[in-house]
């Protein structure tokens, strides 16, 4: 069986957070972005925060082309981190151990 897709919540990153502390919430949903990533899933829709959590759709990561599509969203997403909060954030890749 193979999943296709799906959603999931993440209630640390919630709208007290958005608001308390945008840099941690905004940091927090690019490690969530690259878990995802490693697990195979890439983001389709990120929905508006709530108090409950950040609550995201995905896709299932089904080729090494989708992988490496995923991979250049999340880059991009960090240099727009980069820019607006003067860091240096850089998506690095592991070589697979064989």
């Known amino acids: 069986m193979n999943c ?6 993440q209630p ?6 958005e608001k308390d502390d945008p840099q941690k919430f905004e940091i927090g949903k690019a490690y ?3 878990s995802m990533i490693n697990d195979r899933m890439k983001p389709k829709k990120w929905f508006k925060t ?4 950040q609550k995201v759709n ?3 990561i ?5 992988l490496e599509v995923a991979k250049g969203e999340l880059g991009g997403y960090l240099a727009y981190l980069n820019e607006k909060y003067g ?3 850089k998506l690095t890749v592991e070589k697979a151990k064989v």
């Open 62 to 66: 089904q080729s090494k082309e989708q």
């Open 58 to 60: 995905f896709d299932s």
């Open 4 to 9: 296709i897709g799906g959603q999931l919540i």
């Open 12 to 17: 640390l990153l919630n709208a007290k957070l």
């Open 32 to 34: 969530l972005w690259n």
């Open 87 to 89: 860091t240096d954030y």
């Open 50 to 53: 709530t108090k409950n959590g």
